[in-house]
């Protein structure tokens, strides 16, 4: 069984737009991607660390603990030994009380990449491959988000350029989560169950993928 890390915020987690519930897991999309998988006789377990709010790097003043660098290189540790790390970020990032453009939360993510491997995993444990996810652009606000998120339109533009380059430097695989799937128009935040559907089976061929490389690797 191998066993995949998804490290997200809310669009990951399955946050319903307009409301303050969850989606099953088997409508979110590490839930959709692990059916999938597991369907085409992969045999993996998808692990879920997804948490509302989170960012890469910032901290929030309001509820503590949403900084998506503190403390991952222990995540990495508890859910080892891992096949893949999926890291899917950026969102909050551009919440109005900040001022992180897209290059900054690109950097925030490739913070994170290197925590993640250097994580203190055990001897012999593998350093697995990571694939950064650039989350859909906010492009239409709604809802409470048009004051949380005042002017993320403009400061979000240019993100999945900016984190593909980052994927590139760190020798990460990269997919654009904006090329299959949109954000609700509902709040223009969250992911509607439809895209969420979308996003985990477009994202199965790219796991398989990596996983096939990985395994091509090994055997060498």
């Known amino acids: 069984m191998k066993q995949i890390f998804v490290y997200g915020d809310s669009l990951s987690w399955g946050f319903i737009p307009g409301t303050r519930q969850r989606l099953p897991f088997a ?5 959709v991607l692990e059916i999938q998988l597991n369907a085409a006789g992969q045999g993996v377990r998808i692990i879920e660390d997804c948490l509302n709010g989170r960012r890469t790097v910032l901290e929030d003043p309001i509820k503590a603990g949403r900084n998506g660098l503190a403390g991952i290189g222990q995540r990495m ?3 080892s030994p891992l096949a893949l790390a999926i890291l899917m970020l950026g969102i909050n990032d551009f919440q109005s009380m900040y001022t992180f453009t897209a290059w900054h939360s690109a950097q925030g993510i490739a913070g994170i ?10 001897p012999g ?9 650039s989350p859909p652009p906010i492009t239409t606000l709604a809802g409470d988000s048009v ?3 005042a002017g993320a339109e403009k400061k979000c533009a240019g993100l999945a350029g900016a984190l593909r380059a980052v994927a590139e430097t760190e020798g990460c695989s990269f997919f654009d989560a904006g090329s299959v799937a949109r954000l609700s128009a509902i ?4 992911l509607d169950a439809d895209q969420q559907e979308i996003l985990g089976r477009a994202l ?4 398989t993928e990596i996983l096939s490389q990985n395994a091509a690797s090994a055997q060498i």
Do not use: F, S
């Open 27 to 31: 409508q979110r999309w590490p839930g």
């Open 77 to 79: 540790e508890v859910n």
């Open 113 to 122: 990449v290197r925590a993640m491997r250097a994580a203190p995993i055990e």
């Open 125 to 133: 444990m593998p350093v697995p491959p990571i694939l950064i996810v």
């Open 147 to 149: 004051i949380k998120y």
């Open 187 to 190: 709040d223009g935040i969250h």
């Open 204 to 207: 199965t061929g790219k796991v």
